[in-house]
């Protein structure tokens, strides 16, 4: 989700400096020597080298956790090493969860949370999901969401998610960027910064578990993540392209990653289209407005300089361009939506409690600061936060808010993956209007057709009823589709269960709507 804390950011912000929030040069992943696993301690230290040229699988003991666990390293990913542990939560019977960390150098350490599909199929096709903020933890769309247990309102146990998105699929919950959930390291603040280390760790778990990279890749994201799921694929792409040419002259380890499609819910992407509908979503949506009329102008008013701003920032793409329109859209178009109490992530409530409106959210935080859960998901930090503050502020004033990321998606679209944005019709703060307005405008070979496309009618099935129900409207022309989601807010797994549900397996199997 994306945080409402704007008018916190105050100008003194602005002195942190340029070294703090930009990102480190990224290694390459062809290098040429692998970490040796077998010498290395319990309290590893990954800037150790080995001049052996292999594969690598072991199990190392580690003392933080007393259980073992396993770890995977390979030639071409000299500074990448994973770490797995079997995690005694969330599921019951037969089915398989792992967690643990992506370690690049000695310095950055990425947690993940997977679990295998129910359904047990063999060609399970594997999703990455990520949340947004940014800085907001990846496990607020396991426990919130989608995945297969949710928090108590105690914030002391779980229960079963019947609605789990891995019925049919395998799912990784993925923390990023830096220093968001139980991922830590030094701060690299922009959404292109883990596109590379997310391939090296997709690489690196498909190693250590095949049986999970025999399906079709999926990477999905919710809010911010409309920034991080283009970066993904991106770093997908042109890595995949990168092993296609390496391996016309010599032999790789790394193999292309099956990248089918990328799916992204109620997000900021294209923010030129998207703060249009500000107004109209408080005053002029199919729910009854939540701000008056003259509230909503007010709101409108401010747009022209904003789209000035931001016209700006997507010409020269740089810190200098970028952070003005985050400050001056942020404050003047956002603020008197926050004012009133209003959560932005659904019209039709109140904000309850904190920044984040929803008190399920502490008590998921409760859960995941206990010393029993930290210590069987393996954590190497024992604090859990649902979202940081500094990673937010860091993004903000690195420019990374209205940079353009849908110009990567064309490319996507063009090279025959799939793309979904789906949005519940109840958020405000990245609505549908928003949504399904950048969809239309986004110049490929398929934008006259898609703009011509009828909207059709979406049923799902609603077990309290026995039968289908209308759960939305979709346009669809070849590879994209935008989905209206109707009586969803900002997290339509959270509202919709049940529809979500029905939405992915659908899209998992290339299915219509």
């Known amino acids: 989700m994306l945080w409402k804390s704007f008018s916190s950011i105050i100008l003194s912000s602005l002195l942190v400096s340029s070294t703090s929030v930009g990102s480190s040069r990224q290694k390459s992943f062809f290098g040429s020597s692998p970490f040796d696993l077998s ?3 319990p309290n590893f230290n990954f800037g150790q080298k080995s001049p052996l040229f292999q594969q690598q699988v072991s199990k190392k003991y580690d003392n933080h956790t007393g259980t073992w666990l396993k770890t995977a390293s390979m030639p071409e990913l000299e500074n990448y090493q994973l770490r797995v542990k079997e995690p005694k939560l969330c599921v019951s019977n037969d089915d398989k969860t792992y967690s643990g960390y992506l370690d690049v150098d000695d310095d950055k350490h990425f ?18 999901w990520v949340n947004g903020g940014p800085g907001c933890s990846s496990l607020l769309g396991l426990l919130m969401e989608l995945g297969p247990c949710r928090v108590n309102e105690h914030g ?3 229960f079963p998610n019947d609605y789990s998105w891995n019925d049919d699929a395998h799912v990784i919950f993925l923390d990023q960027p830096l220093n968001v959930g139980f991922s830590y390291g030094s701060d690299r603040f922009g959404s292109f910064a883990a596109g590379e280390d997310v391939f090296a760790f ?15 890749l999926h990477v999905f994201g919710e809010s911010y993540g409309g920034h991080y799921v283009p970066a993904i694929a991106k770093a997908i792409v042109d890595n995949n392209e990168k092993i296609v040419n390496k391996n016309r002259y010599e032999s790789s380890m790394l193999k292309q990653l099956p990248l089918e499609s990328i799916g992204i819910g109620n997000g900021m992407v294209d923010v030129l289209e998207q703060y249009k509908y500000y107004g109209k979503m408080a005053c002029n949506s199919s729910y009854p407005p939540v ?8 709101i409108d008013s401010y747009y022209p300089s904003c789209s000035t701003l931001i016209n700006a920032c997507y010409k020269y793409n740089n810190v200098l361009a970028c952070v003005p329109p985050s400050l001056y859209c942020n404050n ?9 109490g209003l959560n932005p992530y659904d019209v039709r409530v109140k904000c309850e409690g904190n920044d984040l409106c929803y008190p399920i959210i502490g008590s998921l935080t409760t859960y995941l600061n206990r010393p029993e859960v930290i210590k069987e998901l393996g954590s190497d930090i024992n604090t859990y936060e649902s979202c940081s503050q500094k990673v937010y502020q860091g993004f903000l004033l690195n420019g990374d808010w209205m940079k353009p990321y849908m110009r990567e998606i064309p490319r996507l679209l063009e090279s025959g993956i799939r793309v979904l944005v789906y949005a519940g019709d109840a958020d405000w703060i990245c609505n549908w209007y928003g949504n399904k307005a950048w969809v239309l405008d986004l110049p490929w070979s398929g934008k006259d057709q898609i703009n011509e496309a009828p909207d059709l009618t979406w049923e799902s099935y609603n077990a309290a009823s026995s039968k289908n129900v209308s759960s939305g409207e979709h346009r ?3 590879p994209f589709t935008f989905l209206r989601v109707f009586e969803a807010g900002h997290m339509v797994p959270y509202d919709q269960p049940e529809a979500s549900l029905d939405m992915i397996n659908r899209w998992l199997n290339n299915k219509s709507f």
């Open 39 to 41: 010498s290395l301690p």
């Open 332 to 340: 003047n178009m956002m603020t008197p939506y926050y004012n009133a």
């Open 476 to 478: 669809t022309f070849g």
């Open 156 to 158: 002391n146990d779980t």
């Open 291 to 298: 701000l008056s009329q003259e509230e909503c102008d007010k």
């Open 202 to 216: 997709l690489q690196l778990f498909t190693h250590l578990f095949p049986e999970y990279g025999t399906g079709k």
């Open 111 to 128: 947690f993940f949370w997977f679990f295998e599909a129910k359904s047990k199929r063999k060609d399970a096709p594997l999703l990455l």
